[in-house]
Structures are given as structure tokens and as C-alpha cells.
T-cell receptor, first 116, second 113 residues
Framework: DAGVIQSPRHEVTEMGQEVTLRCKPI?????LFWYRQTMMRGLELLIY????????DSGMPEDRFSAKMPNASFSTLKIQPSEPRDSAVYFC??????????????FGPGTRLTVL | SQQGEEDPQALSIQEGENATMNCSYK?????LQWYRQNSGRGLVHLIL?????REKHSGRLRVTLDTSKKSSSLLITASRAADTASYFC?????????????FGKGTRLSVIA
């Protein structure tokens, strides 16, 4: 299995531009999570999906952030318009309920976003 | 809000020494998990301990859980330079289907060769 795939790995953009981050979860996993990691705030859960349906988006910082999961193998996190304070590493993770490893999450390599 | 709080925030040891990291949490849990993050990479699951377990081993890793004190510790024995990473605890709360996990801020471990 290829693991969780994220693209792009690095993104540098200017303030005000739209940014789209992409994620392909592990096949068969029915939970997908988007996190943001910064030195100041640590790892923050932004939103998570179960069977393509958003379950909790209370971590999404502002209306500028939106996430979709049109099918079981693809999700996007969009920031429009982007601001310098959005600079962070964004991780996607997926999981599947298993009795022997309940709640274990598999993380992608992350997208390092820099907004100038 | 983050439930898990790791202690210390940073730890530096010599290769071959043991490293102990602690995690405290606030509410009841179903299980507690430890993850490792190498620089520039995603988190990787290391070990899980359920609320009815007190100790668990996996290779050079030993995890303990004290639910009365709401705390856990991760011990890495005979550390190696390759163990240099950040280590996070994550908790799964009851009645949540073990989702989502709540992560702490991590302990940065440096193992000096």
C-alpha cells in the first residue's frame, strides 16, 4: 500500500491567492482527517470525514478554509484567500476501525505552505 | 483544545541511555497512543495502550498507563541517534468510536551519538 498521499509537498504563494491541498487516503479507510501544525500551536485538527461526510469542522479557523471529500479516495482543503498566518504544515491522515488498533491514524508526508 | 500534555518539552541524551517521556491528560480515555514524528515527516504510530492495561512493550519501547493519575510514560531503552524525533501522545475518549484522537504538543528528543 502506498500510504496516504498528499500533494503538493511544498507550496509557496502570495497573500490573497487561492491554495488547494490534496489528499488520497489509504484504500479502504473510512475516516479522513486534516491537521495543521505550527510551532506555536502544535498539531490542530481542522476537520474530519467519515465515509466522505464531514463530521466535525469546528477546528476550521475561518470561512476562508473549506474542505471537501467528493469520493472515498480524494479530499481537498482549500484556503481562499490565503494569508501569511496560514503558513504551516498541513497533514492529512486516514484511519479504519480495527479492534486491535482502535483509532490508529496513518499520516501523509504533509504539505508545507508558505504564504508571502 | 489539546488534552495530552507531554513532559518534558525537550530532552537531550547520549546514545545508549534511556529516554523517558511523560504524558498527562484530563478526561477519561478508551486508549492512549504514542506517535513519532521525524523532522519534515508525518506522524507514525508507535504503540497503543488500552485503558484497562497498565504496561505494554514493543521492542525497545515500554509504555505505562496510570488512569488514576491520568498519565502515561514512554520509555525508549538503549537509545540510538535514529530515535531523534518528536514524540506525541494521543488519546481516544469513550463513546467516540476512538475518533478523533486528541494530540499533545510533543516532546522533542535529541539522541547524541
Amino acid at each position: 500500500d502506498a500510504g496516504v498521499i498528499q500533494s503538493p509537498r511544498h507550496e509557496v504563494t502570495e497573500m490573497g491567492q487561492e491554495v488547494t491541498l490534496r489528499c488520497k487516503p489509504i484504500s479502504g479507510h473510512d475516516y479522513l482527517f486534516w491537521y495543521r501544525q505550527t510551532m506555536m500551536r502544535g498539531l490542530e485538527l481542522l476537520i474530519y470525514f467519515n465515509n466522505n461526510v464531514p463530521i466535525d469542522d469546528s477546528g476550521m479557523p475561518e470561512d476562508r478554509f473549506s474542505a471537501k471529500m467528493p469520493n472515498a479516495s480524494f479530499s481537498t482543503l482549500k484556503i481562499q484567500p490565503s494569508e501569511p498566518r496560514d503558513s504551516a504544515v498541513y497533514f492529512c491522515a486516514s484511519s479504519s476501525p480495527r479492534y486491535d488498533r482502535p483509532g490508529e491514524q496513518f499520516f501523509g508526508p504533509g504539505t508545507r505552505l508558505t504564504v508571502l | 483544545s489539546q488534552q495530552g500534555e507531554e513532559d518534558p518539552q525537550a530532552l537531550s541524551i547520549q546514545e545508549g541511555e534511556n529516554a523517558t517521556m511523560n504524558c498527562s491528560y484530563k478526561t477519561s480515555i478508551n486508549n492512549l497512543q504514542w506517535y513519532r514524528q521525524n523532522s519534515g515527516r508525518g506522524l507514525v504510530h508507535l504503540i497503543l495502550i488500552r485503558s484497562n492495561e497498565r504496561e505494554k512493550h514493543s521492542g525497545r519501547l515500554r509504555v505505562t498507563l496510570d488512569t488514576s493519575k491520568k498519565s502515561s510514560s514512554l520509555l525508549i531503552t538503549a537509545s540510538r541517534a535514529a530515535d531523534t524525533a518528536s514524540y506525541f501522545c494521543a488519546t481516544a475518549v469513550p463513546n467516540s468510536g476512538n475518533t478523533p484522537l486528541v494530540f499533545g504538543k510533543g516532546t522533542r528528543l535529541s539522541v547524541i551519538a
